[in-house]
C-alpha cells in the first residue's frame, strides 16, 4: 500500500507528522529518520556491493538518507527530500509542523541529538 502511494520510507522511521507544507490545501508527510554519516559515506562508494542487486543498493543508500518529505500530489506522493532540503537532520527524534515565525507557512521542527560519552551505561 505504502508503494502504491509512493510513501514507501525504507529508513529507520522515529516520527512522522501530516502537514501541509506547501499551501496546496493536502496534507503532507514528513517522516524523522536516523541519518548515519558512516552509513552514507559507505553504501555511496562506487565498489559498494557491485554484484548486488541496483534496486537493493538503492535501498542501503535510501536506509543512511535521513529524513523524507513526501509532497501530496492528490493522486498520490512524491519524494522532495532532497529538492527541499530536508534530508539532514541527523539523529532525528521527532518531528512535527509549526508556523513558529507567525507568517502562515508551516515549518518544520525536529528534535535530535545522540548522547555519547565515556561513562559506562551501568553507571547512569
Excluded at 34 to 44: H, L, N, Q, V, Y
Excluded at 86 to 98: D, M
Aim: net charge negative.
Amino acid at each position: 500500500m505504502a508503494s502504491t502511494a509512493g510513501v514507501e520510507d525504507s529508513a529507520s522511521g522515529m516520527s512522522a507528522a501530516w502537514g501541509d507544507y506547501d499551501r496546496d490545501g493536502r496534507m503532507d508527510l514528513y517522516v524523522a529518520n536516523m541519518f548515519s554519516a558512516a552509513g552514507s559515506r559507505i553504501t555511496t562508494q562506487k565498489q559498494f556491493k557491485t554484484g548486488t542487486d541496483p534496486v537493493i543498493r538503492e535501498r542501503f543508500r535510501r536506509f543512511a538518507r535521513g529524513n523524507s518529505l513526501f509532497r501530496n500530489t492528490g493522486q498520490g506522493f512524491q519524494d522532495v527530500s532532497e529538492q527541499a532540503g530536508v534530508t539532514l537532520g541527523r539523529w532525528a527524534w521527532s518531528s512535527n509542523f509549526v508556523d513558529l515565525n507567525n507568517d502562515a507557512w508551516p515549518d518544520f521542527v525536529v528534535a535530535n541529538g545522540y548522547l555519547s560519552s565515556e561513562t559506562d551505561s551501568g553507571d547512569l
